[in-house]
DNA sequence: ACAGAACCGTACCGTACGGTACTGATGCTG
DNA sequence: CAGCATCAGTACCGTACGGTACGGTTCTGT
């Protein structure tokens, strides 16, 4: 009964790896729908196999998701002196890095995956373990993890005087919205519309400054400081 | 073979109605899980009935996604006498309809469907047909409906000189950005965060506020004009 | 009152898939 | 070579669910 090969780490080894790429692969392709025997017909091993190692179905989504993520972290920065036009371009590097990330296939399919997770697992109600909800994991590694970077380049920016804000959590969640609008929607529904690299481009650039233009410490604080 | 009762318009029977809001309940409270034996149960129907009516199991969930949004539909605005005071408030009041509406247990359930049925459906090439893709139907009446209500807003408030911008698309998205900022994807993979009344008044005051600081015409033009 | 349609409830069928068991091939160790 | 572990491949089982068929009951029109 109890999973005898948990292993909980996030090493797998290369095997195991080429195993999740496979079942990444599929997501991609197939959505949802993807069997064991996909899986295991793709990856040219057994089902049994995959059994021995990721315990169940629900086990070799989580250990997928984990995997795509620790494949995405993207290296810290250093607080390097800022002025604002420095500034702008970090902000504009994070715009762009985020609408590149959300509109890839791979970042479509598993935030589909993570929603329907989410939504199946209402009825067992103490079944909270965040190593095994999809939703919070994709949600971990994706605004959560964006947010933990860009803080500091916030706080670093109003120490700077270059912008005033007195939360920074709210300040990054418009500057997710100018970022995000309502692309990640759009794609998560199925609507096919193209986003070039010149596209990102411009919406970043668009989004960096528009966030400077709210919060730039020369503008009156009552338009900035007004969330709470 | 071919669907002999298929109606095509939108008007459903009381009865039938009855049973769409069976559907809409079991989604709403079990996610995607929803089994045709589940809502013949619910509705104290007969599956040969719901076949009958819906043809298969698709298309009660279309008519299903198809009665909700029927019933979501708001009045449309009446163009009044324009000051800025009024366009705030206006613009203040679709944000606050719009949180109230993506916040709703009902809207994350028929978001989550949809965005599953548009990630299964990538094999089967040519079916594209816009009425039986649930993605598009959602997409239809949530993010395209409030572009079509806000547009007259924003150009009546353009023609009164009270804002600038070239692009209106452009501007509704962006002032769409300011207004979910990250709430509908939290709630989409299932993040429990609570928003009250007071946050849905809050933020959305604080969209409009900031949507007119970027777009007021007495701003410099190439904050609001950069966006193609 | 009677005929027929609509419809509820349920039994039934076929299939797809999650999970398990078994077999045989390959490779490693002593 | 002997012994053992790993794993691919596949056959197998149980179940859940989509879809259909059918008996029995209520409703409707004449």
Chains 1, 2 share one sequence.
């Not at 997770?117 to 994706?142: Q, T, W, Y």
């Not at 418009?174 to 609507?191: E, S, W």
Request: glycine share 8%; aromatic share 6%; net charge positive.
């Amino acid at each position: 009964m109890p999973s005898a090969g948990r292993h909980g780490e996030e090493g797998f080894t290369a095997r195991q790896q080429a195993v999740l790429d496979a079942a990444l692969g599929l997501l991609v392709e197939q959505g949802d729908q993807l069997t064991m025997m996909a899986v295991a017909r793709r990856a040219s091993c057994s089902k049994e196999t995959l059994y021995k190692w990721f315990g169940d179905r629900d086990g070799l989504l989580t250990a997928t998701v984990q995997w795509q993520a620790a494949k995405v972290t993207v290296g810290a920065v250093d607080r390097e002196k800022l002025d604002i036009e420095s500034l702008r371009a970090r902000l504009e590097e994070f715009a762009a890095n985020w609408l590149a990330v959300i509109s890839t296939k791979t970042s479509i399919a598993l935030n589909r995956l993570a929603m329907a997770h989410a939504g199946s697992l209402k009825a067992n109600k103490g079944k909270r373990d965040p190593d095994r909800d999809l939703g919070a994991i994709v949600l971990e590694n994706g605004r959560f993890a964006i947010e933990r970077r860009l803080k500091p380049v916030l706080e670093a920016g109003r120490d700077a005087g270059l912008i005033r804000f007195e939360d920074a959590e709210a300040a990054f969640r418009t500057f997710f919205g100018l970022v995000a609008r309502d692309v990640q929607i759009r794609l998560l529904l199925g609507d096919r519309f193209a986003l070039t690299k010149a596209d990102i481009a411009r919406d970043a650039a668009t989004a960096a400054i528009q966030f400077l233009t709210l919060y730039a410490s020369t503008n009156p604080p009552a338009t900035s400081g007004a969330q709470h």
